[in-house]
């Protein structure tokens, strides 16, 4: 219960009803954030400055990485996706809560390794032809289909590693055949 208490003084929430860069690449992530509702994406740059869709996080998610956990500056743009819901702490107040709730540091821990599991998984499907995983993202992700605005096809196909046309060819397949 003090936990919950600690929390609710020290924890911000918002309602991101539209994109928004919360760091840029380069900035230090001074917070760590809980995904309530919705989606988060790490976009990631190459030495040309092209984008890529490194991870979409979504519901009941920490994000707490190296630039957050080492207070130094972020590889990567983070950015809500519309309609997502956040919470955010400070780096001092997740020490303390960490340092006051030692249960709390291994619950994150835990949170995060699920993140990390998924991401694994993900990759694994990757080397399955391109059906099976714009299949299997959409039944995964049905908000992406729900709200097209979300994330444009072009950065989609960053994240799924395949062709716009690929995308949208198979997604139309799906349709038609009846499994979307």
């Known amino acids: 219960m003090a936990l919950m208490e600690f929390l609710l003084k020290e924890m911000t929430g918002k309602y991101y009803p539209d994109r ?53 500056p972020s590889a990567y743009e983070w950015v809500c996706l519309p309609g997502v819901y956040v919470m955010r702490v400070s780096y001092v107040s997740m020490k303390e809560v960490y340092e006051k709730f030692p249960d709390a540091e291994e619950l994150a821990r835990l949170i ?3 993140i990390s599991d998924k991401e694994l998984e993900r990759l694994k499907l990757l080397k399955r032809d391109a059906e099976t995983l714009v299949y299997t993202f959409y039944v995964n992700h049905r908000e992406f289909l729900d709200n097209p605005g979300m994330m444009a096809d072009r950065e989609l196909c960053t994240y799924l590693l395949i062709s716009e046309s690929t995308l949208r060819n198979v997604r139309q397949k799906l349709f038609k055949d009846g499994k979307l």
């Open 20 to 72: 928004y860069s919360m760091y840029h690449k380069g900035d230090t992530v001074r917070e760590a954030f809980y995904v309530s509702d919705g989606y988060v994406a790490c976009l990631g740059f190459d030495d040309l400055g092209d984008k890529q869709v490194i991870s979409i996080i979504g519901k009941d998610s920490i994000i707490a990485g190296k630039s957050f956990t080492a207070q130094e």
């Open 112 to 114: 995060m390794a699920d």
